[in-house]
């Protein structure tokens, strides 16, 4: 197993979010495609931003606490047909260890809310990162109230209010697409949201 850190969450074209892990010694890195939801709880635990109130992790990890466990580690254990496999251990109040199998967008979010080590099996790692066209860094910052000094939100990112809200007009054919590959990441229907992605690039071109 080996160490990583999150160095990043990214959006690419406005389809795809990725987590971006890196080892802590070497220069293996792993990049995972999440859901927007995922993307939004993992950035703001990276950034140590606290939300107005509590997202799902945020009271996971309060229950975990109340009930006398802790979060060791998680780990990314398997990649089988794209799809990537984690595990949560943890110790309950008696030293116990428990394994949870879990997401590993779910494990990340969890693992930076509990300062938790993030490890990967040697067999999921790549030597090299891969490019996304149009990538820049996910900007998730929290609305607050009388803040003038909100950061700018870089070319390509999107907000939280563009991810979730609902659209006011009746939607083109292209944001239907958008909107059903979104849909698939969140889910990890990967297959599906990969003939989607192919789907808007046939269709950027006519």
């Not at 709880?41 to 992790?57: D, E, F, N, T, V």
């Not at 047909?81 to 030293?95: C, K, M, Q, V, W």
């Not at 991810?163 to 009746?170: G, V």
């Not at 889910?187 to 808007?200: C, F, Q, T």
């Amino acid at each position: 197993m080996v160490e990583m850190e999150v160095q990043r969450v990214q959006v690419s074209s406005r389809s795809y979010h990725r987590v971006v892990l890196r080892a802590k010694e070497g220069d293996a890195n792993l990049h995972i495609v999440i859901g927007p939801a995922e993307a939004r709880a993992i950035s703001m635990a990276h950034r140590g931003q606290k939300p107005a109130r509590p997202l799902s992790y945020d009271m996971a990890r309060a229950l975990l606490e109340e009930a006398g466990a802790r979060i060791e580690q998680v780990a990314i254990i398997d990649l089988q047909d794209g799809i990537y496999y984690a595990e949560i251990h943890l110790l309950d109040d008696t030293g116990r260890e428990r394994i949870i199998d879990s997401r590993p967008s779910d494990a990340i979010a969890l693992a930076l809310r509990a300062n938790a080590p993030i490890f990967a099996d040697e067999s999921v790692l790549e030597d090299e990162e891969e490019d996304w066209d149009e990538e820049s860094e996910l900007s998730l910052d929290p609305v607050v109230p009388g803040n003038r000094d909100m950061p700018e939100v870089p070319v390509g990112a999107l907000t939280l209010d563009e991810l979730l809200a609902d659209s006011e007009h009746p939607l083109t054919e292209r944001e239907q697409c958008e909107k059903r590959l979104h849909q698939a990441v969140a889910e990890e229907a990967y297959e599906e949201a990969a003939r989607l992605r192919d789907l808007l690039a046939e269709m950027a071109q006519d």
